[in-house]
């Protein structure tokens, strides 16, 4: 299982509310990256991808995402899948945005960086990609 987020700055999660997740970089570069796989996520994270043509939509999708599935997650808690998921890939914001999670940075530790990438956006945005991959 691949687990897609995206954190700002200070490492907070679920950051829907700011509306930085419709920024089209992202849902390109989100595209290109899953192969334009389907993208499976819950009903509250749905919202921020009203257009985005490939999600599954499902509050247990965790459950139900298999083996190759690409899952993103803002306020679901990951670690009871800990042993399902191969890869992480965050996303990050040069800028801070409030928000009631954090991204559990610990979940990283059997994990490697892979790739690291920069899209720059709107004046004065910067988006990183850093691909995690779990160590053997």
């Not at 907070?12 to 796989?37: D, M, P």
């Not at 940075?105 to 490697?112: T, V």
Request: charged residues 25%; aromatic residues 16%; glycine residues 4%.
């Amino acid at each position: 299982m691949v687990i897609v987020a995206c954190i700002d700055k200070s490492g907070n999660i679920a950051l829907n509310t700011n509306g930085q997740l419709n920024h089209i970089i992202f849902w390109v570069r989100l595209k290109v990256v899953s192969n334009e796989a389907l993208l499976y996520m819950n009903f509250n994270s749905s919202r921020q991808f009203g257009y985005y043509p490939m999600k599954m939509i499902d509050d247990d999708f965790l459950d139900i995402a298999g083996e190759d599935s690409y899952c993103f997650v803002e306020d679901t808690d990951i670690t009871p899948y800990i042993d399902r998921i191969d890869k992480i890939i965050l996303y990050k914001w040069n800028k801070k945005f409030s928000s009631k999670f954090e991204f559990d940075k610990s979940i990283l530790d059997n994990f490697s960086v892979v790739s690291k990438k920069s899209f720059y956006g709107e004046p004065f945005l910067k988006i990183s990609e850093i691909v995690y991959e779990k160590n053997n």
